[in-house]
């Protein structure tokens, strides 16, 4: 999501906290705690159908963060009104100095560069040391997710997959780094499921061994299929005769162009599964083709003739059921 | 040297072949084992085998602890919320799915 806005200056975007949450500057800490709440609900990822979701939800997260904790909330209001939203902010040189951060919970979402600028390394809740502590011996172990084009798993192969790694730099700061994986995906993986690499996450400290690297699959939507676990769906167009009289018509499926048999008397959303023709996981998915009528334009007069002559001929009333 | 497929990590999918045990989980997922037991207790992850004195999960329960600990933190749900948020999501999955395929 956008592009990185520090210069070398240090210079970012201010982030109005306050507008976010949607709270006035005096909100006391329930009103925030409501706010907060009753946001995280409405864009949380993992419940949200809202689109931009999880850019939302960050910036919540993020807000909350500051204001939820009196020493980062004051050290954030002496900013005063500071620059209006989305002007050039530099923090003052003497910038939290005195303040002790004392974070909790383990959140390990991005913040923004606005954020880091003002509270650091320090700022930011559990880093440095989350996981390795419940396992000496053992790197910690990490997650990452990525979205795959379909075409991965329906055939496996190597995807180059860039990820983004939060890394301490020689002073200390927290940055996120690029690191670009060269991953063979393993044929039939399905969504939500998990790429394991073995030994390529945190280092151990001593004689340990590394953990491990999860790689959550999501795919991207695909221009044919929509993906239902490990079933695909495809709408294939039929023209009337087609679905009234039967047919056997061309149809794509991931393995290759088939002949599929339409039966007489389908109709629209009439649905035809191909046992084994979805994602080759074990079972293997099947793929449902679901089919829509499609008309041919009465743009001349032959077609004109045709769509009369069917008029005059079939007693059809599509309203019967309407009761009209 | 060699070209970039040979040198790609091999892969494999982790829910296959997994089979989980409470230590395991705490670690993937870097929180207490007690805390592991505790979504035990509340529902929130299935036991599928006693062996011994270890519990096991199918390597489907890493994708729920961490769904799971993300509900916990991110909303500041309970154990009981969590359990309650968790099966009312997969009700209403189950039902968009349903109502997918009657259309």
Known sequence: ?324 | MSSPENQALAGAIFEDSAVLTVRDLSRMCAVDERHIVEFVEEGVLNVVEIVGTEWHFTGAALRRTRLALRLERDLELNLAGVALAIELMEELHTLRRELKARR
């Open chain 1, 1 to 324: 999501l956008g592009a990185r806005r520090i210069d070398l200056a240090g210079a970012v975007d201010f982030k109005d906290y306050y507008k976010v949450m949607g709270v006035a500057r005096d909100a006391t800490e329930t009103q925030i705690k409501q706010a907060y709440r009753k946001l995280a609900r409405k864009y949380h990822p993992d419940v949200s159908k809202e689109k931009d979701a999880e850019a939302r939800f960050k910036e919540v997260g993020e807000a909350y963060e500051v204001l939820r904790s009196p020493e980062k909330r004051a050290a954030y209001d002496r900013l005063g009104q500071g620059p209006a939203a989305g002007e050039d902010f530099r923090p003052p040189p003497d910038w939290g100095a005195g303040f002790e951060f004392s974070g909790s919970g383990a959140r390990d979402s991005d913040y923004s560069d606005f954020f880091e600028s003002l509270f650091g390394t320090r700022g930011r809740p559990g880093s440095g040391n989350r996981g390795g502590s419940f396992h000496p011996g053992h790197g910690e172990d990490h997650h990452a997710k990525v979205l795959l084009d379909l075409d991965a798993t329906l055939r496996g192969g190597a995807r180059q997959l860039t990820l983004r790694v939060p890394e301490l730099d020689a002073e200390g700061r927290l940055a996120s780094k690029e690191r670009v994986l060269n991953v063979q995906v393993p044929k039939g993986i399905l969504p939500g499921q998990h790429i394991r690499l073995a030994g390529q996450g945190g280092p151990a400290a001593g004689e340990g061994t590394p953990g491990d690297l999860f790689i959550e699959v999501e795919f991207q939507p695909h221009p044919l299929y929509r993906i239902e676990g490990r079933d695909l769906y495809l709408d294939l167009p039929v023209a009337p005769w087609e679905a009234a009289l039967g047919a056997a018509v061309k149809t794509p499926t991931p393995a290759g162009t088939v002949d599929l048999k339409i039966p007489a008397a389908s109709h629209a959303g009439s649905k035809l599964r191909l046992k084994g023709r979805g994602i080759p996981a074990s079972p293997p998915g099947d793929l449902y083709v679901v089919l829509q009528i499609a008309l041919p334009a009465a743009d001349n007069d032959k077609a004109k003739a045709a769509y009369a002559a069917m008029a005059a001929t079939l007693p059809f009333n599509p309203r019967a059921a309407l009761g009209v």
